[in-house]
């Protein structure tokens, strides 16, 4: 099938991809853009994993101020290269991150920033709520890893929906990054301060 340059230039500014893969998207579609944006992305998450393991020694800290001067956030984004730091929509991705923050709070990047000390004072109150219901123990530990995974997921920046994309989580758009830049892409610390 032939592909529109119109139809390749819609699709490469919605998803940044390179323009091959737009084409092998379109042309896999048949011209479908919605089918041709989901090749896209699941392309671009697949090449997350496989860069996951590289070294992150670039990057920059992006700050976020709101309109009113009252809230405020700063995030650590790392990359790959100083070229990759310098792009403006590198830096426009750690925008939308820390606008991200300051609007949702999370607490911790990924389940794993998680403290034992956390994780067991709201696993000993969830087994006290558990146990009033006299579930089967294996049940009974089924509900408690659920709320446990529900509350620390809510809290934790990689679990929650994006604030500028809903349909996606923050790690969706993180490997979408990753796939869109071509390098390993780290969140670090971050901050959130309110007035």
């Known amino acids: 099938m032939e592909v ?7 699709l490469r500014e919605k998803t940044g991809a390179g323009i091959s893969d737009v084409k ?10 919605a089918a041709a944006l989901k090749i896209i992305e699941r392309k671009l998450g697949g090449s997350a994993s496989k860069k996951s393991a590289r070294a992150t020694n670039a990057g920059l800290v992006e ?20 070229f990759v ?5 590198f830096k426009e991705f750690a925008h939308g991150l820390a ?9 911790f990047v990924s389940l794993k920033d998680v403290s034992a000390e956390d994780w ?24 408690i890893d659920g709320k446990l995974k529900s509350y620390f997921g809510a809290l934790t920046l990689l679990n929650q929906l994006f604030v500028k994309e809903q349909g996606k989580t923050v790690e969706g758009v993180l490997n979408e990054a990753i796939g869109k830049f071509g390098e390993n ?3 670090g610390k971050f901050a959130r301060f309110e007035i």
Not at 24 to 30: G, I, V
Not at 85 to 89: F, G, K, L
Not at 120 to 128: A, F, L, M, Q, R
């Open 4 to 10: 529109s340059v119109e139809q390749l230039k819609k």
């Open 63 to 82: 700050v976020y101020l709101h309109s009113n001067g009252r809230v405020a956030s700063m995030v650590e984004v790392f990359c790959e290269t100083d």
């Open 24 to 33: 092998k998207a379109l042309q896999e579609s048949n011209g479908d853009m």
């Open 120 to 143: 067991s004072k709201k696993k000993i109150k969830y087994e006290e709520e558990v146990k009033k219901m006299n579930k089967p123990s294996e049940i009974a530990t089924n509900i």
């Open 185 to 187: 892409i780290k969140i």
């Open 99 to 107: 606008m991200h923050i300051a609007a949702m709070k999370p607490e």
């Open 85 to 89: 730091a310098r792009n403006p929509e």
